[in-house]
């Protein structure tokens, strides 16, 4: 498979996935989304620790600098949408929690 052919087929496969997930996003009621965003939290935890898994055996091999720095810029930006994905999933279940009245 030639480089050129690679790249399409990964762009492909972008995009593919960018329409699916905005059908998929764009019909779920606004009830559903706390429980949704919920879960894709945990599946991006999932994904980040596969990515401090690459990014380690790339600080372990000989690969340039600039794919190191880049693999560790993606590590960091997973961690922040995790880590505030889940202040946010925290914050809207606040709201449907029970006030205490003082009692």
Known sequence: MTDI???VSLLTVLLLAVFVG???ISKVPTTLHTPLMSATNAIHGI???GAI???AGLFASSHGA???ILAVAAVTLGAINV???FAVTERMLEMFRRKDSGR
């Open 5 to 7: 052919s690679h790249l």
């Open 22 to 24: 905005f059908e998929v």
């Open 47 to 49: 994904v980040l620790a």
């Open 53 to 55: 898994l690459v990014t």
């Open 66 to 68: 600039a794919l190191t």
């Open 83 to 85: 880590f505030g994905g």
